[in-house]
């Protein structure tokens, strides 16, 4: 099963608008390490692209992100979800004399 939601980013009142890209597969194991790859490579370089068909979000990582991990063990299913995420940092202030 496949499932894609898009929006574009878009700024209004200075800010972006939400922008989401999601797609759920049944995929080899190969090709979902690629995936993971790909992010890692992303955060290290600072910058994500997820693109599927003619939409697509990227993502700025900053510095310091949160994470969370869960790892789940039932009857006969097991899954881990790992969660990263940040904060876009406003402006910086500013002040002189002039």
Do not use: C
């Not at 992100?65 to 789940?72: H, N």
Request: glycine residues 6%; hydrophobic residues 40%.
């Amino acid at each position: 099963m496949e499932q894609a939601v898009v929006a574009k980013d878009r700024m209004h009142n200075g800010e972006f608008e939400k922008s989401e890209v999601k797609f759920e597969n049944n995929l080899p194991l190969a090709e979902a390490v690629s995936y993971f790859e790909a992010v890692v490579a992303g955060l290290r370089q600072g910058s994500i692209n997820v693109r599927h068909g003619d939409k697509d979000v990227t993502l700025k990582p900053t510095q310091t992100v949160d994470i969370e991990v869960k790892a789940v063990r039932k009857k006969k299913k097991e899954g881990i979800t790992f969660e990263i995420f940040w904060r876009i940092p406003e402006s910086e202030l500013s002040i002189s004399s002039q």
